[in-house]
């Protein structure tokens, strides 16, 4: 294996040749973390709301910390799940084309997952 | 030996060529129990945009979930969630330096895999008392 002269601290500043250094790994593991809390008061959340009447359900979710919580969860899980994704993509679509195109469809599939649902936390809390 | 199509050359050995254990399963469950959940915020999404659309949507939403079949696909994505949640938090212990050796790896493998049972079972529980 030849030796690089770089040091490790060059490497990083160098990004790689995607440019973006450590920064994949990073968020996944920092959205890991974040969903740990988040993940377990969403289950919470809905384990107690699943079988209530819509008013019930509505005011649950329009509750601020509760609604909080939601976003939260939304966009730390859906930043998590691209990430993951984009590995998964990465590891079984070996033709370059085919695998950028999935890579497109995955973030454009994570926009709709995340602005559907900030979208709905929104109307839930503000109304109308 | 297996050879890659375009090129030619050969592929490293896959799933196939190793003998199956705990480890090497909880390995691809982790993936596959975060591929589910990327299809599961669908239920998630769906569940939210019911609520902001009111009652009749969130009706319809009950009327598909809250039925045997239903509540078996709810169960199994609370199941996937704490299983990679578990799985996650093992791979962040490992991502300190610990636990990498095949001992520790065994009995935490065991330790997350009921934990993902037990807090899945745990949340319904609750479910159905409030019901």
């Known amino acids: ?128 | 030996m297996a050879s890659n199509g375009s090129t030619g050359r050969p592929l490293s050995p896959h799933l196939q060529v190793y003998r199956f254990s705990l480890l090497m399963a909880l390995s691809i469950l982790h993936r596959a129990t975060g591929i589910a959940l990327y299809l599961g915020t669908l239920i998630v999404v769906w569940w939210l945009v019911a609520v902001a659309s009111g009652p009749a949507a969130l009706a319809f939403w009950q009327m598909v979930f809250l039925n045997p079949l239903g509540l078996l696909v709810l169960f199994g994505y609370t199941w996937a969630l704490f299983h990679h949640m578990m799985g996650g938090i093992r791979h962040l212990v490992w991502d300190t330096g610990a636990r990498l050796d095949v001992a520790s790896a065994k009995s935490t493998a065991m330790f997350s895999t009921i934990a993902a049972f037990a807090l899945t079972i745990l949340v319904w529980i609750v479910a159905f008392m409030v019901r």
């Open chain 1, 1 to 128: 294996m030849s030796q690089s002269l770089k040091t490790p601290l060059g490497k990083v500043r160098g990004l790689g040749s995607a440019k973006s250094g450590t920064d994949h790994f990073w968020m996944q593991r920092l959205t890991a973390i974040a969903n740990v809390p988040l993940a377990v008061a969403f289950v919470i959340l809905l384990a107690l709301t699943i079988g209530k009447p819509h008013a019930v359900q509505a005011a649950t979710l329009a509750n601020p910390i509760a609604a909080i919580l939601v976003l939260l969860f939304v966009v730390a899980g859906v930043w998590h799940m691209r990430l993951g994704m984009q590995v998964v993509i990465e590891d079984y679509v070996p033709n370059e084309g085919r695998r950028i195109a999935f890579i497109v469809i995955n973030t454009f599939f994570a926009a709709v997952v995340a602005v559907a649902s900030i979208y709905a936390v929104f109307k839930i809390s503000f109304g109308a």
